[in-house]
């Protein structure tokens, strides 16, 4: 079964203080992707990242950057100096290998709120 | 300009209409997807259709029917819903084909509201 936990629901910080958002996922399969998502306001997700499970390099754009760890099944993203616009619903998400139609599994969410 | 559209961005119906949702995405995909995003509950799949192929989840109940008449446009048509079926109602598309490597576009959602 494929499984995906962001453990914090809500997180709120004051502008330009750094953010770390965990994600933490659960699958048998030994190849899979991992991404994680942004929702604005306006309601569309948007693709931030994606991450095969044999790519084991952190990333990082501008003052965005992902840690995937496979020994603790884990692909927490970083923030650094945060800005209100970044205010949103973060989500990670996990989709096997497969054939066809791409079947993610989403965690719950974290809203994030950057305080002016 | 978002590659993908939904209409109508909110809908208000009764427990006895009818009613269609629609989304159409413009990127060449070859796979669409209806979500459903409930307060405090993960995304919810609903539908996949890839390459002609349907997929559904069984815990979806009948009274959401989906209609993909071709790869750009699809929809969900919905009767004699619940108020619990009040939600986000998200579309998305992507790249078909082997591999889970392909990321989804998704649309603006339909706020839907049973009354």
């Known amino acids: 079964a494929q499984k995906v936990t962001q453990a914090q629901t809500e997180i709120s910080v004051v502008e330009k203080e750094d953010v770390t958002l965990d994600c933490v996922y659960e699958?048998?399969?030994?190849?899979?992707?991992l991404f994680w998502y942004k929702q604005p306001p306006s309601g569309e997700l948007v693709f931030l990242i994606r991450r095969n499970s044999f790519d084991e390099q952190n990333e990082i754009s501008g003052r965005y950057s992902w840690n995937f760890q496979k020994s603790t099944s884990s692909f927490n993203f970083t923030i650094t100096a945060s800005q209100v616009v970044d205010s949103a619903v973060y989500f990670c998400?996990?989709?096997?290998?497969?054939?066809?139609?791409?079947?993610?599994?989403f965690g719950q969410g974290t809203r994030l709120t950057i305080n002016p | 300009e978002t590659g993908v559209t939904q209409t109508p961005r909110h809908l208000v119906m009764g427990m006895t209409n009818k009613k269609s949702l629609k989304c159409e995405q413009h990127l060449g995909h070859n796979a669409m997807y209806w979500y459903k995003q409930s307060a405090k509950k993960p995304l919810e799949l609903m539908f996949v259709?890839?390459?002609?192929?349907?997929?559904e989840n069984n815990s979806v109940p009948s009274r959401f029917s989906p209609e993909c008449p071709n790869s750009s446009h699809l929809f969900l048509h919905l009767h004699t819903l619940q108020p619990e079926d009040s939600a986000l109602y998200l579309c998305a598309s992507s790249q078909g084909g082997t591999g889970g490597f392909y990321e989804q576009y998704f649309g603006p959602g339909t706020r839907l509201t049973v009354t």
């Open positions: 998400a996990l989709n096997p290998f497969i054939q066809g139609a791409q079947k993610l599994v």
């Open positions: 699958t048998r399969d030994t190849t899979y992707y």
């Open positions: 259709y890839s390459l002609e192929e349907r997929v």
